[in-house]
C-alpha cells in the first residue's frame, strides 16, 4: 500500500483494518466457515423441523423444493481462489432477510461476509425465486381455473361470476435518487404499490409490483400487465352466464373497492350517494367478497 494512503490513516484499527484486507476479505470473515451463522446453525435446525419452521418461515420440505428448482440458477463454479458460496447458504440468507427485515450489514456481520456479497446475494435469489417459480405456480390462469374460482366464491362467500378480488399494497420503501414525489403516497410515506388478484381461499391468483405509491388503485390498474391482458382478450375471463336462480345473464367480474373504475368485468361497490336498501345489499355482499385479497395482504405481511 502506498506509504501516503498509510499516513491520513490517522486511527491504528482503521490502518490494520486497511493492511488486512488487501485480499478483498476482511479479517473476521476469513473464518466464515466456522463461525458464519449458516454453519453453526443449517444443520442443527434440520434436525428440528419446528425450530426450522421458526427460523426460515416455511417447512423444511418447501425449503427443499425451493432449493432443488433454483440451484441450478444460483450455483458459481469454485474458482482457484476461493470457493463459490453454496446455493442453500444463499437461499437461508435470503429468507432470514425476508422473513425478519434486518439490514444488510447486520446479516453481514452475522453470516461473515461483506455487506455488498449480502445485497448481490438477496438481488440474485428473489429474482432467480420469481423467474422460476411464478410460472409453475402463478401462471396466467386458464377459462376452467377462473370457473373454478367464481364456484369457489359462490360457494364460500356467496357472491356468484366472481373471478377474483383485486387490491393494492403499499410497500415502503426509501425514495430512489432523483424520484422526486413520485413515490409519495397518502400515507405521508414513500412506497411501492403491490397490485394482486385472490382466490376465494385466499390465495394469489396475480400479483405486480412496480406502480408508484402516488398513483392510485385504479391508475395502478390502468397501468398493469393484468389490464393490458384483459384488454386483449388474453385474460381467459368466461362468457357471460346466466346466474343462479335467475334468467339474468351476467358477466364474470373481479371485485374491487371505489378506487377501482366500473368495468363490464371488474364490479365496484355502488356510490353512497345513490344507496337504496337492495344497493346496501349488493355492497355487503361485494365487500364480503373482497375481503379475501385484505385476507392475502394480512397473511403476507405477517409472515414476511
Known amino acids: 500500500m502506498d506509504e ?28 466464515r466457515g466456522i463461525t458464519g451463522e449458516f454453519f453453526n446453525l443449517y444443520q442443527e435446525l434440520r434436525l428440528y423441523p419446528t425450530k426450522f419452521f421458526e427460523y426460515t418461515r416455511m417447512p423444511l420440505s418447501t425449503f427443499d423444493y425451493i432449493l432443488s428448482k433454483i440451484s441450478p440458477k444460483i450455483t458459481k463454479e469454485d474458482t482457484n481462489f476461493r ?12 429468507l432470514r432477510f425476508l ?15 461483506g455487506k455488498s456479497t449480502i445485497a448481490s446475494i438477496v438481488h440474485e435469489t428473489c429474482r432467480v425465486l ?16 377462473l370457473k373454478d374460482i367464481a364456484e369457489d366464491f359462490e360457494a364460500t362467500w356467496n357472491f356468484p361470476h366472481c373471478i377474483g378480488a383485486i387490491d393494492g399494497k403499499h410497500c415502503e420503501i426509501k425514495n430512489p435518487p ?18 394482486a ?17 402516488k398513483q392510485s388503485d385504479g391508475g395502478t390498474f ?10 386483449k382478450n388474453k385474460y381467459k375471463i368466461p ?26 368485468y371488474l364490479m365496484r361497490p355502488y356510490p353512497e350517494r345513490v344507496l337504496n336498501n337492495e344497493r346496501k345489499c349488493f355492497n355487503i355482499r361485494l365487500s364480503t367478497a373482497r375481503q379475501t385479497i385484505e385476507c392475502v395482504f394480512g397473511i403476507l405481511t405477517r409472515k414476511w
Not at 470457493?83 to 435470503?94: A, C, D, M, N, V
Not at 422473513?99 to 461476509?113: C, D, I, Q, V
Request: aromatic share 8%; hydrophobic share 40%; charged share 25%.
Open 83 to 94: 470457493k463459490s458460496i453454496r446455493p442453500e447458504e444463499k437461499l437461508f440468507i435470503t
Open 130 to 145: 420469481w423467474t422460476e417459480l411464478v410460472p409453475i405456480h402463478m401462471p396466467i390462469p386458464t377459462e376452467q381455473r
Open 178 to 195: 432523483k424520484s422526486g414525489s413520485a413515490h409519495w403516497c397518502y400515507k405521508k410515506r414513500n412506497s411501492i404499490v403491490m397490485q
Open 4 to 31: 501516503d494512503l498509510l499516513v491520513l490513516l490517522d486511527s491504528p484499527i482503521l490502518r490494520w483494518e486497511v493492511l488486512n484486507t488487501r485480499d478483498g476479505v476482511h479479517e473476521i470473515n476469513k473464518n
Open 239 to 264: 362468457m357471460p352466464k346466466r346466474l343462479p336462480n335467475s334468467d339474468v345473464i351476467a358477466p364474470y367480474v373481479l371485485v374491487g373497492d371505489e378506487a377501482y373504475p366500473l368495468k363490464h
Open 222 to 231: 390502468i397501468a398493469s400487465t393484468l389490464y393490458k391482458l384483459i384488454e
Open 99 to 113: 422473513s425478519t427485515g434486518t439490514g444488510f450489514r447486520a446479516l453481514a456481520y452475522s453470516f461473515r461476509m
Open 197 to 213: 388478484v385472490a382466490d376465494a381461499k385466499r390465495k394469489f391468483v396475480a400479483v405486480e409490483v412496480g406502480g408508484r405509491g
